[in-house]
Nanobody
Framework: QVHLVESGGGSVQAGGSLRLSCAAS????????LAWFRQAPGKEREGIAI???????GYADSVKGRFTISRGDAKNSVYLDMNSLTPQDTAMYYCAAEDAPCGVKTRCRGGVCQRIPPPEDAMDAWGQGTLVTVSS
């Protein structure tokens, strides 16, 4: 059983930055792929970033170029660096884990295929969430 702990949420003004952290504790030898999802008030939860055990990453269009997911300092941990935040980024942010090896979901446009975050039902465990509020 994997347990996830998120930290780093808070309030920031538009244009600002925040860093979220997620640490997974579990005994799976192959490790875990870690992803960030978010749910804004009145909206469905969406996957925004994935970090695979092999180091590959994927992003949703809504955050590409502004958010960066990276390996954390501890094993089975990741950071989500969020820059150029807008009020539309206000949401509860959830870290989720998928037992490795992980499925790979891609989107192809104009002959170029890029990895995108997995669907919710691919994830095996969820954190409790951390709130991010961006004011205008």
């Amino acid at each position: 059983q994997v347990h996830l702990v998120e930290s780093g949420g808070g309030s920031v003004q538009a244009g600002g930055s925040l860093r979220l952290s997620c640490a997974a504790s579990g005994d799976r030898h192959a490790g875990y792929c870690l992803a960030w999802f978010r749910q804004a008030p009145g909206k469905e939860r969406e996957g925004i970033a994935i970090f695979d055990v092999n180091g590959s990453t994927g992003y949703a269009d809504s955050v590409k170029g502004r958010f960066t997911i990276s390996r954390g300092d501890a094993k089975n941990s990741v950071y989500l660096d969020m820059n150029s935040l807008t009020p539309q980024d206000t949401a509860m942010y959830y870290c989720a884990a998928e037992d490795a090896p992980c499925g790979v979901k891609t989107r192809c446009r104009g002959g170029v295929c890029q990895r995108i975050p997995p669907p919710e039902d691919a994830m095996d465990a969820w954190g409790q969430g951390t709130l991010v509020t961006v004011s205008s």
